[in-house]
């Protein structure tokens, strides 16, 4: 069955950096697109950025463009999100997520905390 399992997170001053990690297990991941969500307290969940099948094209919320980047390993079933100047705003949980077959598959999520 479809599994992801996130890690990484955690609490970060302001204008530090976390490398969030999705390993990807039970389907063809080469195959598809992945992509990274957060939801913060209070707030609905939203897309923060996306990475095609073969990594030949990337989407990002603006909130994040210029500060977080997506990235894949097709031969380790991996997908990452390397966050850069965070803020606090930018706490939440972050989650891993695949569309196959019409199907939403989510991992557990990881927490990642902003503060001083």
């Known amino acids: 069955q479809v599994q992801l399992v996130e890690s990484g997170g955690g609490l970060v001053q302001p204008g530090g950096s976390l490398r969030l990690s999705c390993a990807a297990s039970g389907f063809a991941f080469s195959t598809y697109a992945m992509s990274w969500y957060r939801q913060a307290p209070g707030k609905e969940r939203e897309l923060v950025a996306r990475?095609?099948?073969?990594?030949?094209?990337?989407n990002y919320a603006d909130s994040v463009k210029g500060r977080f980047t997506i990235s894949r390993d097709n031969t380790k079933n991996m997908v990452y999100l390397q966050m850069n100047s965070l803020q606090p705003e930018d706490t939440a949980v972050y989650y891993c997520?695949?569309?196959?077959?019409?199907?939403?598959?989510w991992g557990q999520g990881t927490q990642v905390t902003v503060s001083s």
């Open positions: 990475i095609a099948s073969s990594s030949v094209s990337t």
């Open positions: 997520k695949v569309v196959r077959l019409g199907n939403n598959y």
